[in-house]
């Protein structure tokens, strides 16, 4: 390498001295060098997300992820872990943590599974957070690249008794682990306390934005919205928080599943005939067994339509075996299965929504304790309560891969304003969010589905932190999610952090979000109305005493009788639509607040809340042709507006 | 108090009567008070054949403060109304503007504190309404607006007991017409003829002709769109002193319905007509066809927008312009698509208009 950049240098001054252009020389020599994995990932940090910002968030991103697939995998309720803190302030130097409870990586095969990029145990087809094995590999290059500190991890694989300690750090140019230290931990000094686990300690030098900040303690809860029945500990510099589990309920693990033929190509098919490459069996039989929703029947009719004859299966030409790959691309097929996909479900989805964390800073008791230092802690948990939660979700074929679309939608309640939650196969997406496909569907769909219109949102959910926003939806209190799993999310861009719209997902996005829409419609029609009532008694409340003013000031009148009658009378005329509406609305508060109890009962209960909003949607229609009557009469009193304007 | 005008005492009344009425609601009725008054607007206007003049339908509307929107458009109406009532009452005058800071306040507690009037919109809206409510227009509160109705010829007024000639005799200035209606009182008319005309540029322009002296006239202008006063003025000189009214405009659709505004009342102010109509005041010029009989040059003859072809197709189909006159001189109109403004006699010269076209206008209708 060396010596090779000399010689350039040397092409390079030939060059200035004779003044000969570069096309001129006969023999240019272009050098050829295999760069090893580590090397290109270190060079390209931006393809896996590691840039200059970035760094931390990703890191711990990589690091929770990495947790949840191992727990998930074995069927185990995670017990996840998480610090960040920094060591060395004038050297940005961050010490980074991760703990689980997960099945833990054999004791051979962790300095390869930490060390080595494009090691993983996850090429297979089925939804994952991660996939490429570059993301643990990224810390451990960053940090032997930027620090002298080792990598020091704790294994106690599902397979092996004992833990052991590993000090790593990876060797660059070569993609291949250097081992410091290895030793099994006495069971009296094992630092993990599970029968299995993983934990793992780095140090990064990077730089901590406040924003990079913020997107972390996004990333953490909305992790734990769509993991509810996760147990996740997250500890900084100011302070540690705990986001508890919710349920014991976790989503089928996705299986494994064969490619479906009509994703197949030459490189798949090769690979499947090779599986079977020491034995003598026939193509269709490779081809039944190597793909699904294949029969043999439909495999010999493959073969058949591809006219290759019938030979044993590795006799087959290159050329031969694109013939099938052509026949089965026009052939139809069943559709895929949808095993290999985990979507979060109704159950956890909804226990998230119910019970969303979201993070406070109490920067004021910094300030009055004086002290950082002291172990005051700075920052808490707050659960959301929503007033109501919905949640839909249909599953499609895109580009013949499976894809499953979950929407839910909270409003109300605690929730305050408007917040889309984009996730993709349960990892959070928290940054572009402008150029998501889940964005463009939010502002397609009408918020005139919710029965309420933008005029009407204006009016009653402005105010003074959402007035800016011109979208109508904006307004409302409401929170979105969309979870799309799939094995091949239709990323925007490397970064993997915004999702474009293939096929028909924008479509099918359209609708989950239009049903929910109309099933918040009764609750947000009877708020609406709720308001309007409040408003109407505080404007009474301001205005009598005006009005009564005015009265007695021209005629000789009793003044407080005028005014307590005209106050009774006003709140007579208000009250007198509101009663039923509100004995309803009582009614939903006691499903609330019997939910936050018993957290397994709430599941049965959120059916007959279900029942329930439907009841109310017939109810919020009455209204609505209420509403159309009041219109007409509002038309024709307008004429006073109509004088005015002349 | 015994000065009071008889007239202050029935506004005064009447205003009482309404609140009367809203106590009544609460304290008797025990309901939401409301007022019921007459719809003002193009569809409760029709034209009345007897009295060749545009009145007001049966058409009612309720106020009440039944509605988030209603409830501060209520108050601010009788906020207003109390205000006008003291105001009469002190027997003072106000500008539109000095009503606004008259009746300036805040509603609301503490944390939701707001202004009463968000501008002086709302409260000329609220004198508006009172004049809707109790039938009486603002110039009768003492409420007015800022005059530009001008007159100018052998006429004395009085004002609140000035007396003011209006022929000065300089044939130099004009006298603004007094808006405060209440104050004035015409003394003496001495004129054989009044003569409207759409602007106080053309005013001016046959002033300093020595109109008035030749013809005995007295020249007048709304300025534009006439207000009350010039209105009021206009049908008292014609009705009241039996003076031959003309009225001259642009020829336009624009010009023509200012002139009509004298001669059969406006839409908005169709519940007020009777008082300010003059339904035999004549429309004698600009016409359409005086454009081409008095040979305008193409110079000064403007081209005609969409809008004014809107206006005149719907002219059209008035019951008040079916004489085949005014039917000839709409489609002459509609035909040539051009327009014209008094101004553009001077092209002739600039005692053309008031030396030639006039006179013989007015000698052909016959009123010299």
Known sequence: ???????????????????????????????????????????????????????LYMAIRELIENSLDSCEVHHILPKISVSIKQTDIENDLWTLSCQDNGIGINSEKVPVAVCSFLTSGKYVEKQQRGLFGVGLKMIAAFSTKDTDKPIKVWSKSIDEDSEYYYELRTDITTNKPIVLNKKIVPKMENIIKDKHGFKIVATLRARLSPITKNKIYDYISQTSIVNPYSNLIFENDDGKIIFERRTDIMPDPAKEVLPHPADMDLQTLKKAILNFSNQKVSIQTILSSSFQKLSIEKAREIIRASDI?????????????????????????????????????????TTGMMSEYVIIHNKDQQLKSGNPREEANNENVRVLKPALTSYSSRSIVINNRPTIIECGIAYGGDINSFKLYRFANKIPLLYDEGSDVAREVVSEVGINKMGITKKEAKEQFANDQNSKSDRAVELLPLHIFFHICSTKIPYKSAGKESIASEGEMKKYMKFCLSELYRKVSAQIRRDLKIKDDENRLKLYKYYIPLIVDAVSDSIKVDRTKLSELFVEIAEKHVKKEITPTQIIINDNNQINNKSKKMITVKENHSTTENKKTKINENESLKNFSKRKDFRRKKIEKLTIDDFNRR | MSTKNKRHKEIIKKIQNIMKEISNDVLIGKKMPSLEISKVGYDNTFWSEKKKMLTLGEKKVIISPNSTKKIPTFSQYLVMANAIRKLVDEEMES??????????????????????WRSQEDSDDAIKAVELITGIPREEFSV?????????????????GDIIDCNLGSRATSQLIPTNISDVEIVDVKADLVMVVEKDTVLNNIRKSGFIQKYNAILMTGSGEPDRATRMMVKTLNEEWKKPVVIFADADPWGLGIALRYKIGSESLSYDSDRLVAPNAKVLG?????????NIPEVARLSVTTEDINRANDMKKKPWLQGKQWQRELNLFLKKKEKCELDAFFKHGFKYLAEQYLPKKLREAGVI
């Open chain 1, 1 to 55: 390498m060396k010596i090779n950049s000399k010689l350039e240098l040397k092409y390079q001054k030939k060059d200035s001295d004779t003044h000969t252009p570069h096309h001129l020389h006969k023999n240019p020599k272009i050098k050829y060098n295999k760069k090893a994995e580590s090397e290109f990932f270190v060079d390209n940090s931006a393809l896996a997300g590691f840039t200059g910002e970035r760094i």
């Open chain 2, 286 to 294: 600009m016409m359409f066809s005086d454009i081409y009989d008095y």
């Open chain 1, 309 to 349: 004859g019938n030979k044993l299966a590795n006799l087959f030409s290159e050329s031969d075996l694109i013939k099938v790959v052509n026949v089965c691309k026009l052939m139809k097929f069943q559709s895929p299965h949808i095993d290999h996909l985990s979507p979060i479900g109704e159950k956890i989805l």
């Open chain 2, 95 to 116: 500008t539109i503007r000095g009503m606004y800071y008259a009746t300036l306040s805040t509603v609301g507690d503490e944390k939701n504190k707001e202004k009463f």
């Open chain 2, 144 to 160: 007015t607006s800022k005059p530009k109705g001008m007159i100018s010829g052998p006429i004395t007024l009085s004002v609140g």
